[in-house]
Nanobody
Framework: VQLQASGGGLVQAGGSLRLSCAAS????????MGWYRQAPGKQRELVAS???????NYADSVKGRFTISRDNAESTTYLQMNSLKPEDTAVYYCNARRVTWPITTYWGQGTLVTVSS
């Protein structure tokens, strides 16, 4: 499975961005898609995830501001980010997981999101 993330950039606080993650390869094996982020000097953390059935999970810090969605026909997962805050500044990584044996995790390259105050 290959993941191609895009959509990062520089935005002012209060603004919006939409990240995209295009998946290719053996995507039929993937159960969960997600977005993680890593700010300078901090550990990588889960931002949001979505299962094949559409169940979503969000970090408390982004609930009500971010929305994860997926277009199965296009094999693309999106992260709509609204009301951005400077603390959202990070490199955002697309993630795909197979939760059945063999459990496997795939990562896309990061895309930088910078929110200016």
């Amino acid at each position: 499975v290959q993941l191609q993330a895009s959509g990062g950039g520089l935005v002012q606080a209060g603004g919006s961005l939409r990240l995209s993650c295009a998946a290719s390869g053996s995507i039929f094996s993937i159960n969960v898609m997600g977005w993680y982020r890593q700010a300078p000097g901090k550990q990588r953390e889960l931002v949001a995830s979505i299962t094949n059935s559409g169940s979503t999970n969000y970090a408390d810090s982004v609930k009500g501001r971010f929305t994860i969605s997926r277009d199965n026909a296009e094999s693309t997962t999106y992260l709509q980010m609204n009301s951005l805050k400077p603390e959202d500044t990070a490199v955002y990584y697309c993630n795909a997981r197979r939760v059945t044996w063999p459990i496997t995790t795939y990562w896309g390259q990061g895309t930088l999101v910078t929110v200016s105050s």
